[in-house]
């Protein structure tokens, strides 16, 4: 009978640990991106001159990635695209690594669409992003004034869109500067791999993410991921289209949960 009683225990005690469990992760993940640790992870103001990626329709991958959904990657959407680091590195775990994005644009006359990539230092490159189309995509778009798209003088399409290297837009460069150049290195190495860990989501509640399309030139997203590997750092993919003139600018600050 003793053991019996024993074993009886046990389970409400376990029981009650799964219920600490789930409590915790609510807490977390009801609870608003802080600002602690420093201020804001990145706080910063880009330009018409950090668009250096570009025209193109398509962003790196294992193959061509279109940059919107259901797009073909060799369509007339010219896009230009810029990488900026979230340099999103401090206290961010696997249960709860919730980055905030808040964004502002002014000048914005055309589509930017937002993307996310994730960086672990072991693996000495990007090998994670979300997925754009099909089930369980995400991704953030904002249309707002569309017109034609401006050519930009001085950029230049991408090398390749794989085992490629990408130089941030941050004034500070790169957080992990593995090459000295500011730059991250591409490296996916197998069709569907990489794409199923990262998201995009305006509900942390929902991390999984969705697509969201808004005329929004004012707002916030946040990055998550799902896999089983801590993501050291995140960097954001940038893409623009539209009459892009020297009156465009767009501000973003990253903030990562307590």
């Keep these: ?12 005690v376990f029981v009650l640990l799964i219920g600490v469990v789930f409590v915790v992760q609510f807490v977390y993940l009801s609870r608003k991106a802080s600002l602690t640790h420093g201020g804001y992870q990145l706080d910063e103001t880009f330009t018409i001159q950090d668009l250096i990626y570009g025209p193109q329709s398509w962003i790196p991958y294992e193959s061509k990635m279109p ?15 810029m990488f900026v680091d979230l340099n999103a590195t401090s206290n961010l775990n696997s249960t709860f690594p919730r980055v905030q994005v808040d964004y502002s644009f002014t000048g914005l006359k055309g589509v930017v669409a937002f993307h ?8 000495n490159g990007i090998s994670w992003t979300n997925r ?3 089930e369980g995509a995400s991704g953030y778009y904002v249309t707002y004034n569309p017109q ?3 050519n930009l003088a001085g950029a230049q399409i991408m090398e390749t869109y794989n085992h490629v290297y990408v130089k941030v837009a941050n004034n500070a460069g790169a957080s992990f500067n593995d090459f000295a150049n500011d730059t991250y290195f591409m490296k996916f190495e197998k069709a ?3 794409l ?17 399309n808004t005329g929004n030139t004012t707002g916030t997203f946040f990055v998550d991921f799902s896999g089983g590997r801590i993501q050291d750092d995140f960097l954001l993919l940038v893409a623009v289209n539209g009459a892009i003139g020297n009156d465009f600018q767009l501000k973003l600050k990253s903030s990562v949960s307590d």
């Excluded at 053991?3 to 409400?12: D, M, P, T």
């Design 67 to 81: 940059v919107v959904p259901i797009e073909d990657v060799s369509s007339g959407d010219n896009f230009y695209v």
């Design 148 to 150: 034609a798209t401006s």
């Design 116 to 123: 996310v990539y994730g960086y672990i230092h072991s693996n």
């Design 132 to 134: 754009v189309d099909g």
């Design 1 to 12: 009978m003793r053991f019996k009683y024993k074993l009886v225990a046990a389970f409400v």
């Design 196 to 212: 199923n860990s990262l998201h995009i989501t305006t509900n942390p509640k929902i991390p999984s993410g969705q697509v969201t």
């Design 192 to 194: 569907g791999g990489g």
